[in-house]
Structures are given as structure tokens and as C-alpha cells.
């Protein structure tokens, strides 16, 4: 289960394969693909409300369901990637997926019989929701985006840093860089997705809107494809998963046996595939009991001899890329809440502005695009992050990305739950103005501006920076060669269980404290108390997190042998701390 680079590619040829140029068309692709993806996730709250006739909570927890599942099917996309097919051309056939749901959802805004009858100016029990047809089209719409995006999300990534050989000293500290610029690019296309894309579904029409979205996807499979010629294509060959299995199923086998002292008695190839580059992963002392899969059986009489198939033995590397997606499985998980109160912001946030004055200097601002604040805040900070804060940090650490990825996810976490703060203190505010004027059970903006709002932004944007960047360069650095995309993959489901969780969580507190966010009006739900709610769970999961990446271990970078004639190391391989 390894990643072999494709032998019919001429030495010369492949010394110009890779690097900042290929790794642009990257970054165009996957700005644009986000420049379309951004712009639903701010604002099909508001199309659900407005046009398909949605309760406020069930356009929550619908919008909340569709970005859960965009990133949770990113595991179908690395899977893909990592077995069957090359990154760019999943990429490709993804982003043409994707295609197909803007343009059906095109389709449904354009003609009226799609939707239903809007309810301005009738009474809420005259108003009737999306019907049977209506919603199938809307739903078929919203998932053939997610099962898109899924893809392109899973493979551009992984794509752009396999332009980079970390085993390069050189190219090994452009690899981080890559991660911080892959951001920046993705920043510039959600700006332009929640200005000018929000602003063209709000004032010029949702049917252009939503094609405005497919053009941008059909630019960046385009972009992509550009490439093509330049990009280092890693060839896949066999399962991880299946890889994962043989390894568990082998250490049931052998529970018996016991497990050797010394790591060069177990089984690793050596003398495999000769001719190709094959990845050493050294052995590592942690979750023992899996060692035993390494264990040839042997027998007291010489003339028997005994079959060993890979649901029997496993090499020592096959078993260490299954402890590092164990070790990783606890980080991934305690960043999950994170991204619940992420959640909040797209749906509730987005809320709260349209009851505010969004006025700027004449200027109505759609509520949707408020997201652009942060964004603003994301353009300026990573350059600053990558060209001041990163060479001095590495000065004072002599790491070459400054501090280490778990370091800068826990900086994220803490931003997070200030912001939940801060979004609670607003919201107090803004309430107290509502009862001040006498507006509580009015439609029209309160006298406050929905910049207000903008702190609670501006702060999560900064914890997004740190935590969604060192989420992605972890995973892929640490992973092993056979499954880049499905670590890749791994670090989107954080963004994935926090939206599915938000839903849940919306449920409970609504149960629990008798209505919080039931009242379809918030100037009399208690979404502060909410706010504050979220911000003490996440002071508890950043200490659940603290014991996780204290326990983690950071990979020790194995030997990537060229393998000739049987050559090879030992089992341990060349162990260098990353």
C-alpha cells in the first residue's frame, strides 16, 4: 500500500515536474471552486428562509447538514484518490460533479413552478413550503455540490503539496509555505464568493447567481487541468483501508504469539518492486499489540513450510501507517467542537445581521456577506503570518515552520472560544437595543450597526487561520506516502462532525432549556445565553485537546529507499525527528 512515482517518466523530465509553478494552477483552482462554495454555505440559509419557505431552524439545521456531508464525503475522495486514481484527475471528475448541482439548482431559481409561493404578505399559516418535487430537486441540487466538493476538496490539496518532496530538504520547507499560500488563495476566492457572488443572488436574482457558481467551478477545473503537463503525478497502488484491515486481522491472527523484543525481527520488504522508491517507516513502540501482525509463523520441521498471504503478515511499515491514523484519530476529534461553533456563525450570525442596520457609508450590505469581515482579516494575517511571524518564531525554535502543527491548532481552539465569548457580549447588545426601541416583534433593522458583529468575526477568522491550515499541513505531513488524500480527507471531517453536531446541539439546548432558538424571532430567543453556553464547552475541549497532543507523537521520517537488486535498510529505518 504505497505511492510509487510512475517509472516511464524520463529522469530529466521529472527534474522539472513540480514546484511553485505547478503548485499556481492550484491555487487558481481551488480559489475559484471556494469562491462558489463559500457563497452557499453564508447563504443558503437565507434562500432556504426566503424562498423555500423554511422555518429558521430547519434552514439551520439543513444548511448545517449540507456542509456537514460536503466535508464528510472528502473520506470517499481521498479513498478514491489513494486507490484508483491520480489526484488531478479525481479532481477533474469531482469538480464536474459538482457542476452538474450548480446548474440544477440554476435551473430550479430560474423557473417559478420549481419553487413555492413566497409568504410575503400572507399570514404564516397560509404559507406553504417546498412540496415533494420541489424539495427533491433542491436536495438532489445541494448533494451532487457536496458529493463534488467532497472530491476537490480531498484531492487539490494533497495534489499542490505532492509538487513538494518533503524528503528534499529544499523543497521540504516550501511544503509549509505551500499550506499558508493554499489558505491565502482559498481566503481570496471566499471573499469574491461572499461580495460579489452574495451580492449578485441578492440583488440580480438567485437562477444567476447559483450560474455564476457553476462558471467558477467549470474555471476551476480549467485552471486544473492547465497544469497538467507540470504536475507530479503520484500513481496509487492498493487500499489503505483494506491496508488497515489486513493489519488488524493479522494481529487478531497472531494473538497468541509472543511479541519479539527487537524490531529487526519483524517482517519488512526489502527486495520488492525493485527499482522503485518504497517508503521505511520506522518502528515505533506505541500500540504493541498491532506488532504481532509482523510475525512470521515458523515451524520445528525444516521441510514444511508455511504460506504467509497479507491477511497473515504484514510488513513493519504497513502496520506503522496504521498506528499513525490511530494517533490521529483523537487530534481530528477533540478540533470537532471547534467547528460546531463555526457552524453557529454561518447560520445564526448571519441571522442576527439582517435584523441590524447594514448600512456602510450609503452601501446596503446583504447580511450573507458579513463573512467578508474575517476574510478581510484572513487576507492581511497570513502574509504577515508567513513573512515575519514564521522566520522569527523558526530563529527562536529551529522548526522550520515556526512551531509545530499542533501548537498552532491549539492557538486556533482558544481564538475560538474567545469568539463565542465575544459573540454572547454582542448579542447582549444587540437584544438590549431591540427592547430600547421598543422593536422586539418589529421586521425592521434595529438602530445598530451589523459591524458589531464583525468582532466575534474578525477573532474566529484569526482561530480559523491557525487551526484549518495546521489541521491540513499535520495530517499530510504525517501521514504516510499511500495516503496523502485520505489524511487530507481526515482533517475535513473536523469541519464535517462540528456541522452535524451543530445540529444536534441546536436540538438539545432547544429541548433541555424549553426554547432557547425555538421562538423564530430573535429578539426574543436567548441565542446569547447560547453563545456563552458554547463558549465554556469549548474551554473544556481545548483541555481535552491539550491531553491529546501531549500524548501524540510526531512521526519520525523513515528512509524512501530505492530499492535494487534486494538492496535495502533494516527495519528501523533512518529515524529523524520532522
Not at 469581515?373 to 530563529?395: D, G, H, Q, S
Request: charge should be positive.
Amino acid at each position: 500500500m504505497d505511492v510509487s512515482r510512475d517509472i516511464k517518466v524520463e529522469p530529466k523530465r521529472e527534474r522539472r515536474l513540480g514546484g511553485n509553478r505547478a503548485a499556481l494552477f492550484v491555487f487558481a483552482a481551488e480559489g475559484l471552486e471556494n469562491m462558489a462554495f463559500i457563497c452557499m454555505a453564508v447563504s443558503l440559509v437565507t434562500y432556504f428562509y426566503g424562498y423555500m419557505n423554511f422555518s429558521l431552524t430547519k434552514s439551520a439545521t439543513t444548511l448545517t447538514n449540507f456542509m456537514g456531508t460536503s466535508f464528510l464525503v472528502a473520506l470517499f475522495g481521498g479513498f478514491i484518490c489513494d486507490t484508483y486514481m491520480t489526484r488531478f484527475k479525481a479532481c477533474v471528475l469531482f469538480g464536474c460533479v459538482e457542476f452538474m448541482g450548480y446548474g440544477l439548482l440554476t435551473v430550479q431559481a430560474h423557473f417559478h413552478h420549481l419553487r413555492p409561493s413566497p409568504c410575503k404578505g400572507v399570514s404564516p399559516d397560509q404559507c406553504e413550503g417546498a412540496d415533494g418535487s420541489q424539495a427533491a430537486i433542491l436536495f438532489a441540487g445541494l448533494y451532487l455540490i457536496a458529493f463534488g466538493t467532497s472530491g476537490v476538496k480531498a484531492s487539490l490539496p494533497s495534489l499542490g503539496a505532492d509538487q513538494f518532496d518533503e524528503n528534499d530538504p529544499k523543497e521540504a520547507s516550501r511544503l509549509s509555505s505551500f499550506f499558508n499560500w493554499l489558505m491565502f488563495s482559498i481566503t481570496i476566492g471566499a471573499i469574491l464568493g461572499v461580495t460579489v457572488i452574495v451580492w449578485i443572488s441578492t440583488n440580480q436574482g438567485w437562477d444567476l447567481g447559483f450560474g455564476v457558481s457553476a462558471i467558477a467551478v467549470l474555471l476551476a477545473i480549467f485552471f486544473a487541468s492547465m497544469g497538467k503537463s507540470l504536475y507530479r503525478n503520484n500513481v496509487p497502488k492498493g487500499s489503505p483501508l483494506t491496508s488497515f484491515a489486513q493489519v488488524f486481522v493479522a494481529a487478531i491472527r497472531n494473538r497468541g504469539l509472543p511479541i519479539p523484543e527487537k524490531a529487526e525481527d519483524l517482517h519488512e520488504i526489502h527486495d520488492k518492486d525493485a527499482g522503485v522508491k518504497r517508503e521505511i517507516l520506522p518502528w515505533t513502540d506505541q500500540f504493541r499489540f498491532l506488532d504481532r501482525a509482523a510475525i512470521a509463523k515458523t515451524t520445528n520441521d525444516a521441510s514444511t513450510s508455511i504460506s504467509h498471504g497479507p491477511w497473515r503478515l504484514c510488513s513493519v511499515t504497513q502496520i506503522e501507517q496504521t498506528k499513525i491514523l490511530i494517533r490521529m484519530l483523537p487530534i481530528i476529534l477533540s478540533t470537532v467542537f471547534m467547528n460546531t461553533c463555526l457552524a453557529q456563525l454561518q447560520t445564526f450570525s448571519v441571522q442576527q445581521s439582517i435584523t441590524m442596520d447594514t448600512r456602510v457609508f450609503g452601501f446596503q450590505v446583504p447580511g450573507p456577506s458579513l463573512p467578508v469581515i474575517p476574510l478581510l482579516f484572513m487576507f492581511v494575517l497570513i502574509p504577515i503570518y508567513e513573512r515575519v511571524f514564521v522566520p522569527l518564531a523558526r530563529k527562536i525554535t529551529g522548526i522550520p515552520t515556526g512551531i509545530r502543527q499542533l501548537q498552532r491548532v491549539g492557538v486556533g481552539l482558544v481564538l475560538s472560544a474567545i469568539s463565542m465569548a465575544v459573540a454572547g457580549v454582542v448579542e447582549t447588545s444587540r437584544k438590549s437595543v431591540a427592547v430600547e426601541h421598543n422593536m422586539v416583534d418589529s421586521t425592521e433593522p434595529l438602530p445598530m450597526s451589523f459591524l458589531w458583529l464583525g468582532f466575534q468575526y474578525a477573532i474566529f477568522g484569526a482561530a480559523d487561520m491557525f487551526t484549518l491550515v495546521g489541521l491540513l499541513e499535520f495530517f499530510y505531513a504525517e501521514s504516510s506516502a499511500g495516503m496523502k488524500s485520505l489524511s487530507t480527507a481526515i482533517s475535513w471531517c473536523s469541519l464535517a462532525f462540528g456541522y452535524f453536531l451543530s445540529s444536534v446541539v441546536v436540538e438539545v439546548v432547544n429541548k433541555v432549556t424549553g426554547g432557547w432558538l425555538a421562538n423564530n424571532n430573535l429578539n426574543r430567543d436567548k441565542l446569547n445565553y447560547f453563545y456563552w453556553l458554547l463558549a465554556g464547552i469549548s474551554i473544556v475541549n481545548f483541555g481535552v485537546y491539550l491531553a491529546c497532543a501531549s500524548w501524540y507523537r510526531y512521526k519520525k521520517r523513515g528512509e524512501v529507499n530505492q530499492i535494487e537488486n534486494g538492496g535495502g535498510g533494516d527495519a528501523k529505518g533512518k529515524a529523524q525527528m520532522v
